[in-house]
């Protein structure tokens, strides 16, 4: 039997109340990561565990998030919150000068998800970048709010933050966009969070040369990435030479480039993440290509994309 199950054991909803109200919020965490989500799931499918431990973490919540990182977020959140056995569940939050408090207002952003998720998100063991990229996360209207939320929650015991949205180490983010539709990369490509994923990619950029293949290589190859909210496109030139890589965001219209790539936010996600062939997409014109073709494919060999688990 998980221990979190053990614990609440026997607890009729008054006891469940009063343990998520009184206990150390280290206790909760520590008790929340030690159960598998099978049975947290069983779990939240209670309603008293549901009803009483959902609104006490969003009553302490300030007790599970990092003081200076919670000081700095304004807004009013709704957690829609699904579970496979009923109706979701909705909660307010409004954050203001470091505090907390349940309100029943409009929201300026809506997150949804799976119970299980959220509670997960909350004890600081999921990165809520990678569930809205994996579709795990919906984001209704300001997605920086809803993941400045996702980045406040501490290590049990420290004041360490536990997940930091903004570090998206380039295999997980392979694996998080494996299975997902392109209609939801639109989304996500289309909104606030786009300036987050494309500056993180390219500055992990030269992470993805492969030194050896690229020793007698010079390269110039730009990146014009259309689809941006404003209506514009995001323009890049990565550049390699004896063997290293360089990224130059916003070149000027005359800066040196062998190539160009066109292509749209997400079949540029998929395509630095290795889940599109470059020379099929070129083929069935998803990408297209302005300059040396031959540059263009020579700059394909020397690039090594992470690959998803």
């Known amino acids: 039997m998980a221990a979190l199950t053990d614990r609440l054991s026997g607890l009729d909803r008054e006891g469940v109340a009063e343990f998520f109200s009184g206990s150390d919020a280290v206790e909760i965490t520590d008790l929340i990561r030690a159960t598998s989500d099978e049975e947290l799931g069983r779990l939240v499918a209670e309603d008293d565990f549901r009803a009483e431990g ?5 009553q302490r ?22 579970r496979p056995d009923g109706p979701n569940e909705r909660h307010t939050a409004r954050f203001a000068h470091g505090r907390v408090t ?19 998100l909350v004890t600081g063991q999921s990165n809520a970048a990678l569930l809205y990229l ?14 400045d939320v996702g980045s406040v929650f501490r290590l049990p015991g420290s004041g360490a933050v536990a997940v930091d949205p903004t570090a998206l180490d380039p295999v997980d983010v392979a694996t998080a966009i494996k299975d997902v539709p392109r209609g939801h990369l639109a989304e ?23 030194q050896q293949k690229a020793q007698r290589q010079r390269l110039h190859i730009g990146f014009h990435i259309s689809g941006r909210p404003d209506g514009g496109a995001d323009r890049f030139i990565v550049h390699v030479a004896d063997g290293s890589c360089t990224v130059e ?9 062998d190539a160009t790539l066109l292509l749209d ?13 470059p020379v099929r997409a070129l083929m069935t014109g998803r990408l297209k290509l302005k300059g040396d073709r031959a540059k263009a494919l020579a700059f394909n060999a020397v690039m090594d994309p992470p690959k998803a688990r």
């Open 249 to 257: 965001a916003d070149p000027p219209q005359g800066a040196e480039r």
């Open 61 to 82: 919540f300030a007790e599970f998030a990092d003081a200076d990182r919670l000081a700095s977020l304004d807004g009013v959140v709704c957690f829609d919150l699904s």
């Open 102 to 120: 349940l309100e029943d207002v409009p929201g300026d952003v809506t997150i949804r998800a799976a119970v299980v998720d959220f509670v997960r």
């Open 134 to 147: 994996s579709g795990g996360l919906g984001i209704t209207g300001d997605a920086l709010l809803a993941l």
């Open 265 to 277: 936010g997400p079949d540029f996600l998929r395509l630095v993440t290795g889940h599109v062939n």
């Open 54 to 58: 959902i609104t006490a973490i969003l």
């Open 188 to 210: 996500v490509m289309g909104g606030a969070f786009r300036d987050l994923v494309v500056g993180e990619v390219f500055r992990r950029f030269p992470e993805f040369l492969d």
